[in-house]
């Protein structure tokens, strides 16, 4: 078989490529995902041998962790590196020194943009991998990932960083932002704390992410954030202080671990609050609570905890209730007598979660010990209520009734049945008559198959 010389088909050099100019050929290289792929052009091209440590994105993908220091080291400045990011294998481990050193060599390309990630197995002997964090003067965003903050040495700052990102991080949090005057964006997921301790202090500070584990004390100062979003994990009780007077976006979520924020046979499984800034977005309190008959007769403790969470104003009260059908009216009552929430409430909704099992409230249930039915409350902002999963029951109609006796300002209520009641003309008959007779307000009740009755104008 004859083979056709290079010149027979239209090539007068074999590497061509290396015809184009440096541009070109690094435009092409900024193209290929990561530096282990950069590394093997030059395989096809003598220039791309050394071309590509003139790239301004580096990032390092399966490319074992002893070769990427001295591969830092062939890397030019200028051009400034715009993205360094440095992903360690998951096969591979390091020892503190050794991660500490490559930190250093990243320093000195002083990139705008710096990732480091290490997986969980990394440091030797399992340990987590402890770094001192030395200065990125010219860096405006950091993330890390596996690592222990130790300490920021004396006299560093970051005098440009804007965003820190931080996984699966511990440390001295409060050192490190004491350095960073310009911090805009602070992102922390799955950190532990110190003490079970969150602490964010910055006088730049303008958005805050937190995915939080255990936390016992959240203390937050700072003046200028505008947006907050905060998912945490609480095992007994919090406490809570934040001071941030300009908020204008909160979404604040906290579960708890344990059966211990208590009233009667409820406990207190999450807490959330919500605010935007939008048009016709009521602010809300989010409540969730379940049954336990053995938790009676512990002193309650409910609204001393729900009052530390109320970092923001909020006019929309949601309750959601795993009853198992027990009394629910004087969890209702007593929440709706806590000062914040009576003197702001436009909007209650009850959410009944019912069991697939039906379940009935035993004789003489602690559930009833409160003589909610003869209390009074002023709800004097309130407007609308509206109740999911009304089955009909005579505690669920006197509740109804108090909650349409209290409130003289209310202008709509909606109550949506189960299926069960849909079905029944007697207790549907019993809804409309209560409207009547205590309503000034428009009534709406919808049947489980979607149909809805306005009941009273």
């Given at each position: 078989?004859?083979?056709?010389?290079?010149?027979?088909?239209?090539?007068?050099?074999?590497?061509?490529?290396?015809?184009?100019?440096?541009?070109?050929?690094?435009?092409?290289?900024?193209?290929?995902?990561?530096?282990?792929?950069?590394?093997?052009?030059?395989?096809?091209?003598?220039?791309?041998?050394?071309?590509?440590?003139?790239?301004?994105?580096?990032?390092?993908?399966?490319?074992?962790?002893?070769?990427?220091?001295?591969?830092?080291?062939?890397?030019?400045?200028?051009?400034?590196?715009?993205?360094?990011?440095?992903?360690?294998?998951?096969?591979?481990?390091?020892?503190?020194?050794?991660?500490?050193?490559?930190?250093?060599?990243?320093?000195?390309?002083?990139?705008?943009?710096?990732?480091?990630s290490f997986p969980s197995s990394f440091g030797l002997l399992g340990r987590s991998i402890i770094i001192d964090?030395?200065?990125?003067?010219?860096?405006?965003?950091?993330?890390?990932?596996?690592?222990?903050?130790?300490?920021?040495?004396?006299?560093?700052?970051?005098?440009?960083?804007?965003?820190?990102?931080?996984?699966?991080?511990?440390?001295?949090?409060?050192?490190?932002?004491?350095?960073?005057?310009?911090?805009?964006?602070?992102?922390?997921?799955?950190?532990?704390?110190?003490?079970?301790?969150?602490?964010?202090?910055?006088?730049?500070?303008?958005?805050l992410v937190v995915n939080s584990f255990l936390t016992e004390h959240v203390n937050i100062v700072a003046p200028?954030?505008?947006?907050?979003?905060?998912?945490?994990?609480?095992?007994?009780?919090?406490?809570?202080?934040?001071?941030?007077?300009?908020?204008?976006?909160?979404?604040?979520?906290?579960?708890?671990?344990?059966?211990?924020i208590v009233f009667g046979i409820w406990y207190l499984e999450m807490l959330g609050l919500q605010a935007a800034?939008?048009?016709?977005?009521?602010?809300?309190?989010?409540?969730?609570?379940?049954?336990?008959?053995?938790?009676?007769?512990?002193?309650?403790?409910?609204?001393?905890?729900?009052?530390?969470?109320?970092?923001?104003?909020?006019?929309?009260?949601?309750?959601?209730?795993?009853?198992?059908?027990?009394?629910?009216?004087?969890?209702?009552?007593?929440?709706?007598?806590?000062?914040?929430?009576?003197?702001?409430?436009?909007?209650?909704?009850?959410?009944?979660?019912?069991?697939?099992?039906?379940?009935?409230?035993?004789?003489?249930?602690?559930?009833?010990?409160?003589?909610?039915?003869?209390?009074?409350?002023?709800?004097?902002?309130?407007?609308?209520?509206?109740?999911?999963?009304?089955?009909?029951?005579?505690?669920?109609?006197?509740?109804?009734?108090?909650?349409?006796?209290?409130?003289?300002?209310?202008?709509?209520?909606?109550?949506?049945?189960?299926?069960?009641?849909?079905?029944?003309?007697?207790?549907?008959?019993?809804?409309?008559?209560?409207?009547?007779?205590?309503?000034?307000?428009?009534?709406?009740?919808?049947?489980?198959?979607?149909?809805?009755?306005?009941?009273?104008?």
């Open positions: 078989m004859e083979f056709r010389s290079a010149c027979r088909l239209g090539f007068l050099d074999p590497d061509c490529i290396s015809t184009l100019t440096d541009d070109l050929l690094l435009l092409i290289l900024t193209r290929l995902p990561y530096i282990k792929f950069v590394a093997c052009t030059s395989i096809l091209s003598r220039r791309w041998h050394s071309l590509w440590a003139h790239l301004c994105q580096i990032i390092f993908r399966e490319v074992m962790f002893d070769s990427i220091e001295p591969v830092l080291g062939q890397i030019s400045c200028p051009p400034a590196v715009s993205l360094l990011e440095i992903h360690a294998p998951e096969q591979d481990m390091a020892s503190t020194a050794q991660v500490n050193s490559l930190l250093s060599a990243a320093v000195e390309l002083e990139p705008k943009e710096f990732v480091a964090l030395p200065c990125f003067h010219r860096t405006t965003y950091i993330m890390l990932d596996n690592v222990c903050i130790r300490s920021v040495p004396v006299g560093i700052e970051f005098p440009m960083l804007e965003t820190l990102s931080l996984l699966h991080c511990n440390g001295n949090l409060n050192a490190l932002l004491s350095c960073c005057p310009r911090l805009c964006t602070l992102l922390l997921s799955g950190i532990l704390f110190e003490t079970c301790d969150l602490r964010v202090n910055s006088l730049s500070l303008q958005e200028m954030l505008k947006k907050m979003e905060i998912l945490f994990t609480v095992m007994l009780e919090v406490n809570i202080s934040v001071l941030a007077p300009i908020m204008e976006n909160v979404w604040w979520y906290c579960c708890y671990t344990e059966e211990s800034d939008r048009q016709g977005q009521l602010p809300l309190l989010h409540i969730r609570a379940s049954v336990d008959s053995s938790l009676f007769p512990y002193e309650p403790n409910f609204a001393r905890e729900i009052e530390k969470h109320m970092v923001v104003d909020f006019s929309l009260l949601e309750l959601d209730l795993k009853t198992d059908g027990h009394v629910f009216g004087a969890l209702v009552f007593y929440l709706l007598q806590i000062n914040q929430i009576s003197s702001s409430l436009q909007k209650l909704k009850i959410i009944l979660l019912r069991s697939v099992v039906k379940e009935e409230c035993p004789i003489d249930c602690p559930c009833e010990s409160a003589n909610w039915r003869s209390q009074a409350i002023s709800l004097t902002a309130l407007e609308e209520v509206e109740i999911n999963g009304f089955e009909g029951v005579d505690h669920e109609f006197d509740l109804l009734k108090q909650l349409l006796v209290f409130a003289p300002k209310l202008k709509k209520i909606i109550v949506r049945l189960t299926q069960e009641v849909s079905s029944s003309n007697t207790r549907r008959t019993k809804i409309y008559n209560v409207f009547e007779t205590y309503a000034s307000a428009e009534c709406f009740v919808y049947l489980s198959s979607g149909e809805y009755f306005i009941c009273h104008l």
